[in-house]
């Protein structure tokens, strides 16, 4: 086969799907065009950048029939779709599958059973098997899902979430090089929203603060509905949706990273925080826990909601001694490695012909 031609039909493009563009482009040698949401509907201020070999063009300038001409012209050894969301990518995909273009769905739903999905589970036929021929997936909870819908097992391909591992590993390799700094907070990165769990967070946070049991300050970092929700103290700091570069400058003063979500398909950031060698607290519903949290070990995983839980975790981290925190920080870094760019690539190119 010649250096292949990737078709992507997406939402919101993030660092961590051109971390793997990226790869793939490197490997292969082959090019990537992404069809991807614009400001309209980005719910981040993040823009990816074209570059020689990848390309990506805004949503709304693609009707059916314009995405039905670019898979003519482009001529895409496969496609990627994210999921059900867009039924213009779902007509394209069955254009592409009567044109015998392999086509892998995107999909990072847990299975929780509900009403929903049951349908999607006894309608799988006409919702998802007739659109793809494979669906990728980011973790273990997502394979679940997919397998109830009725795929195969070498239908399913894993990888689909991977960290910049580099940046975040770069940033591991040169603190430990260094004479490391005091470590003063508690860090959350994420979009301020409830389903984050930050309320919770800062509920307990503070409630440590005025029993006199935490020496920590926290650092919220992102944008979102619940920055009005964040108080004015002098213990707590807070800074906006910020690139990779600016956010690896805020973490040498960084004791332990927490995700305390409520809902977590995958969790991206958790990946990214074990690939810097942070300590985790984090929840049972977040994805990627499985991965890269292991509950003792390099963190603690509790019940989503449960502020006593969350407390414990807070105060066990914090008593941990610097040698104790700098075993935990390696653990994480070790189990980073699980998921890297080179898988992404290597799932995709694995259904070529």
């Known amino acids: 086969m010649s250096k292949p031609k990737i078709l992507v039909l997406y939402s919101e493009i993030m660092p961590?799907?051109?971390?793997?563009?990226?790869?793939?482009?490197?490997?292969?040698?082959?090019?990537?065009?992404?069809?991807?949401?614009?400001?309209?509907?980005?719910?981040?201020?993040?823009?990816?950048?074209?570059?020689?070999?990848?390309?990506?063009?805004?949503?709304?300038?693609?009707?059916?029939d314009r995405l039905k001409i670019l898979i003519d012209n482009f001529r895409p050894n496969?496609?990627?779709?994210?999921?059900?969301?867009?039924n213009n990518y779902l007509a394209a995909s069955l254009y592409a599958r009567k044109q015998k273009i392999p086509v892998i769905g995107l999909s990072d739903n847990q299975y929780s059973g509900n009403l929903k999905q049951k349908i999607s589970m006894m309608?799988?036929?006409?919702?998802?098997?007739?659109?793809?021929?494979?669906?990728?997936?980011?973790?273990?909870?997502?394979?679940?899902?997919?397998?109830?819908?009725?795929?195969?097992?070498?239908?399913?391909?894993?990888?689909?979430?991977?960290?910049?591992?580099?940046?975040?590993?770069?940033?591991?390799?040169?603190?430990?090089?260094?004479?490391?700094?005091?470590k003063k907070y508690i860090l959350f990165v994420g979009r301020l929203s409830e389903i984050k769990g930050l309320d919770v967070l800062i509920e307990t946070f503070c409630e440590l603060k005025s029993e006199k049991k935490l020496d920590l300050d926290l650092m919220i970092i992102g944008n979102g509905l619940l920055a009005n929700i964040i108080p004015e103290r002098n213990d707590i700091i807070r800074f906006p949706f910020m690139s990779q570069e600016e956010l690896i400058k805020h973490l040498p003063e960084v004791k332990f990273f927490c995700l305390p979500s409520r809902k977590e398909?995958?969790?991206?950031?958790?990946?990214?925080?074990?690939?810097?060698?942070?300590?985790?607290?984090?929840?049972?519903?977040c994805g990627s826990s499985t991965a890269f949290v292991k509950n003792g070990y390099n963190g603690?995983?509790?019940?989503?909601?449960?502020?006593?839980?969350?407390?414990?975790?807070?105060?066990?981290?914090?008593?941990?001694?610097?040698d104790e925190i700098e075993q935990f920080?390696?653990?994480?870094?070790?189990?980073?490695?699980?998921?890297?760019?080179?898988?992404?690539?290597?799932?995709v190119t694995s259904i070529l012909t």
């Open 123 to 182: 309608f799988s036929a006409i919702l998802w098997k007739r659109y793809f021929d494979y669906v990728m997936v980011p973790g273990l909870y997502q394979y679940e899902y997919v397998r109830y819908l009725g795929f195969k097992k070498e239908q399913i391909l894993f990888s689909l979430y991977c960290a910049d591992t580099e940046i975040f590993n770069d940033f591991y390799v040169s603190k430990k090089e260094k004479v490391s700094k005091i």
């Open 329 to 347: 920080s390696e653990r994480s870094y070790n189990l980073s490695k699980q998921i890297a760019p080179e898988l992404w690539t290597a799932s």
């Open 78 to 86: 496969a496609i990627l779709v994210s999921g059900r969301m867009d």
């Open 265 to 285: 398909p995958w969790g991206l950031v958790i990946h990214e925080f074990a690939s810097a060698g942070m300590p985790i607290i984090t929840t049972a519903v």
């Open 300 to 322: 603690y995983i509790i019940n989503s909601c449960d502020k006593k839980l969350l407390k414990n975790a807070i105060l066990k981290m914090n008593s941990l001694s610097n």
């Open 16 to 64: 961590y799907n051109v971390v793997c563009f990226k790869d793939f482009v490197k490997t292969t040698g082959g090019e990537i065009k992404v069809i991807c949401w614009d400001e309209k509907k980005k719910l981040t201020p993040y823009i990816p950048i074209d570059s020689e070999k990848i390309i990506y063009e805004s949503h709304s300038n693609y009707t059916l």
